[in-house]
């Protein structure tokens, strides 16, 4: 495994004090927190991060951190030294215990409670925990449901599965896989995997939960007749008849086109009139005769 | 390989008290003072009665992330989740309005 430099992960000297470590944790915590930043990759720096504070904050950790560590760079091939045992735990609040859940295999040879080795001694039995992953699922697959094929990682072990995605989820709903968490221990039930669901965004349709949303342009005498046009939605195309004299910006209700489900979505189009542009001079004369015998100001009539 | 199945949590299908505790790893306190802090409500009266929903589970997990995370007060949480939620309200109205054909 890799030596980590927790110095160089939090931005600080080695000498740094206690309260510029926690000073420059909570600066970065604002920035890379994933349920906050926009920052690419930051779920990943703000997991590195916290485990170099978790270090770092805690004088009898970093006291063994810095005596075992001298020496070493990091990204250096790392073994703990033989016979090494960190026996100061500080009497961990429940803060500091459900922090330390995922931390990386560098941090757990040091101060884990899993060291190599303890978890074959385990003589009582101990429940898995429950697991949370996210999946990522296109808009029609939404729609219609479909299998997924995953591939994750728990507690270090990578594991495949192929799920059942329901029809008509919504985007951030997750789905319980009874059993499929972390496995239990000496008998101990396995936990569950909760799999949080992202619908990726669509070039067409827009969602919000069930109701799907689109613009649709139309022309100028398709809007002013109430002419028959054909709807895009995401069970296919659907004709429908506008009502006359429609104007830009108005909201057509398709009942029951979005998402399915009881009830199912409906399928709002907001209307978008685009005019032709006049290619000749008869085209030309053509709105010229509209603007003589249909005087009109949009500015006006509001 | 087998195709699995699982359960859509939302306002049918909840989950227990335990199992919102064990999904979040989170101790039983904090969801309680989650609670009492308005952040999450889940139905029912009494503790063995209690259900939460898809949105309890998604704020509650939120919350939990910033309580272990930033060192944030309750009342500092409430005020991130709800902002969290109406940022991702807003953003989804300026998707909306944004859309071109």
């Known amino acids: 495994m890799d030596f980590k430099d927790y110095y160089q992960i939090l931005g600080v000297s080695k000498t740094a004090t206690l309260d510029e470590i926690k000073k420059q944790y909570r600066r970065l915590a604002h920035k890379y927190h994933p349920d906050i930043s926009k920052e690419k990759g930051a779920e990943e720096k703000f997991k590195a991060m916290k485990e170099a504070y978790e270090v770092l904050k ?195 209700r398709l009942k029951g086109r979005g998402l399915p489900g009881n009830p199912p979505g409906d399928q709002y189009a907001t209307l978008a009139i685009y005019i032709p542009e006049p290619k000749n001079a008869e085209q030309k004369a053509l709105y010229e005769k509209m603007k003589m015998e249909m005087p009109f100001n949009p500015r006006k009539s509001r | 390989m087998k195709i699995i199945s699982g359960t859509i949590i939302d306002h049918e299908s909840t989950l227990t008290f335990e199992e919102i505790c064990r999904a979040i790893h989170a101790e039983d306190q904090l969801i309680v003072q989650l609670i009492e802090y308005h952040i999450i409500q889940p139905k029912g009266a009494s503790k063995t009665d209690w259900q939460f929903d898809d949105i309890a589970l998604k704020r509650a997990r939120l919350a939990r992330n910033f309580y272990y995370d930033l060192e944030v007060n309750f009342e500092g949480i409430g005020l991130l989740v709800d902002m969290i939620e109406r940022i991702g309200a807003l953003e989804n109205e300026i998707e909306k309005l944004r859309q071109k054909y």
């Open chain 1, 58 to 252: 805690d004088p009898k950790k970093r006291k063994a951190y810095d005596q075992m560590g001298s020496g070493y760079h990091g990204g250096d091939s790392f073994t703990p030294p033989p016979g090494w045992e960190f026996d100061g735990a500080t009497q961990q609040g429940p803060r500091q215990h459900h922090a330390q859940a995922d931390f990386s295999d560098f941090f757990e040879s040091l101060f884990g409670q899993n060291k190599t080795g303890a978890r074959h001694h385990q003589s009582f039995s101990q429940d898995g925990q429950d697991q949370h992953s996210k999946i990522q699922v296109a808009l029609e697959d939404a729609f219609t449901g479909c299998k997924k094929h995953i591939a994750l990682s728990i507690n270090g072990a990578s594991k495949e599965l192929n799920i059942k995605i329901p029809a008509g989820i919504i985007n951030g709903q997750q789905i319980r896989l009874t059993g499929q968490g972390s496995p239990g221990i000496q008998g101990g039930k396995n936990g569950d995997l909760y799999l949080e669901i992202h619908i990726q965004k669509h070039p067409t349709f827009t969602l919000d939960k069930k109701d799907v949303y689109l613009t649709l342009p139309v022309t100028p005498w398709e809007a002013a007749l109430g002419e028959k046009i054909e709807v895009p939605t995401l069970g296919g195309t659907i004709a429908f008849t506008l009502p006359a004299n429609a104007q830009t910006g108005q909201k057509i």
